[in-house]
């Protein structure tokens, strides 16, 4: 086991500034919130693409399907 050799530092009272656990959550959920806000504008992108490519896509296929069992119905 590794022992520390660093001694700790005495500092004055005005200097220390405590933590509450409250702020350290508040902290912590400002910071995910900020990183799940920088997610939305790609996923919204992202599902821009996918609606504009099922758009094009589906109406073709529906097209597509129709021309082949039209050509086996004659």
Known sequence: MKTSKAHPIMTAPSEVTAVTP?????AVAAHRAEEILAEVAPTLKRLRTLFLVLTISIPLFMVGLVEVLWHFAH
């Open 22 to 26: 409250g702020q350290r959550l508040r």
